[in-house]
């Protein structure tokens, strides 16, 4: 046994204070080969799928490889842009065979408690449904706040539904800048609806419009002077206008909000040509109307096709991404620069002290960049 010996802060005049004792270890004689010193912990890295996996993954409708695809595509990793455009390309052929619909509402409308039923609803029938819900992102993290894919706890356990929550990153109308990738990766896993849901703070929602067919607004009854200050900005873009939580005491409410928002629909100018927006109630809570909302739908996809109006919408939108495509791109690049990242904090500074105007500081920006 080993000699006990008193801490050092210990006092020696009284011995009895102190219950303490250091004690001398004892290493047994195989104890030292497996201890190894200086050994940093490492992170089991787990392999990247190719581009060829994710493709046959997302094509079999592999879930965790669809999610993969779709983080991949979000990434804004320089080195993952190109595998992502790759996979992009692939799955082209295979996209653009679902309805894709839009949906908006001012907060406390009940956007993502419609989802969940109309999803539901959708799924009783046969059909696929992805919903790709557009969450605001934190300031601190950049991550989603609100997550749908908890909200919509019955949705998300449906074999034939598939829930993606994606921070806007600060993009206008809370639309994240990579949902229409995201879009065509369900479409190429044969998901038949896509809805995607905005934040609707009162943004600009022109962003949703150019990529969706048939776009939904969310309302309450009670609107009164809201209306007008909404009439000549959203109600403008909708393909038909939904009164919700029509139910109970408030079912009567929400029939007179119907009327009102069909007489102003009246003197608007359609959304979509040929199409005559209008406005319906229905109620998540007891279902009712949910299944008119469908059938809405399915008459307006019907006449687009019909008519071409939803082949020229899609030739007008991809022209549209692509010009939206070069702003990103330039913007990335320009503040990649390294010439640009130099001389910004000296820039910012004199702007700031107001010993330049921000377009002399702005033109002295692309000078270099360009240069």
């Known amino acids: 046994m080993a000699t006990d010996h008193k801490p050092e802060w210990s006092d020696p005049n009284q011995p009895d204070k102190c219950s303490s004792v250091v004690r001398k270890g004892l ?5 030292s080969a497996s201890i190894q010193k200086n050994i940093r912990f490492q992170k089991r890295r787990t392999l990247e799928p190719t581009v060829d996996d994710l493709y046959d993954g997302v094509l079999k409708g592999d879930r965790s490889l669809l999610a993969r ?11 993952h842009f190109q595998k992502a455009q790759q996979l992009l390309q692939k799955l082209l052929p295979k996209s653009g065979n679902a309805i894709r619909i839009g949906i908006t509402g001012v907060p406390g409308a009940g956007k993502s408690t419609f989802i969940e039923t109309f999803g539901m609803y959708l799924c009783s029938l046969g059909h696929r449904v ?55 990766i369900c479409e190429a896993a044969g998901f038949d609806v896509i809805l995607i849901e905005t934040v609707g ?26 209306l007008q200050g909404m009439k000549k900005g959203i109600i403008e873009l909708a393909d038909a206008i939904l009164v919700h939580k029509a139910d109970g005491a408030n079912k ?15 003197f608007l100018h359609p959304a979509t040509k040929g199409w005559a927006p209008k406005a319906y109630t229905c109620s998540s809570l007891t279902k009712e109307g949910i299944n008119d909302v469908w059938n809405v739908i399915q008459s307006f996809e019907e006449n687009g096709k019909t008519s071409g109006v939803l ?24 503040f990649h620069n390294n010439g640009v990242k130099n001389a910004l904090p000296t820039l910012e500074k004199e702007v700031i002290a107001g010993e330049k105007t921000v377009a002399k500081a702005v033109d002295t920006l692309f000078t270099i960049f360009l240069g």
């Open 69 to 79: 695809a779709i983080t991949l595509v979000e990434s804004n990793a320089e080195h």
């Open 201 to 226: 703070v009162g943004q600009s929602e022109v962003i949703i419009r150019d990529m969706v067919d048939f776009f939904m607004l969310l309302v309450l009854t009670g609107a009164g002077d809201e």
């Open 252 to 266: 009567q409410a929400a029939e007179q909000t119907r009327k009102e928002y069909n007489r102003i629909l009246h």
């Open 27 to 31: 290493e047994h004689d195989d104890q």
């Open 130 to 184: 992805a919903v790709l819900a557009i969450d605001p992102s934190s300031s601190l993290s950049g991550g989603s706040i609100l997550g749908d894919k908890t909200r919509m706890e019955q949705l998300s356990r449906n074999p034939r539904a598939f829930i993606r929550p994606s921070p806007t990153a600060g993009k206008l109308g809370g639309v994240h800048r990579k949902t229409r990738e995201a879009m065509l």
């Open 311 to 334: 082949n020229e919408r899609r030739k007008t939108q991809a022209k549209e991404w692509l010009y939206s495509m070069i702003t990103d791109q330039l913007q990335f690049h320009f």
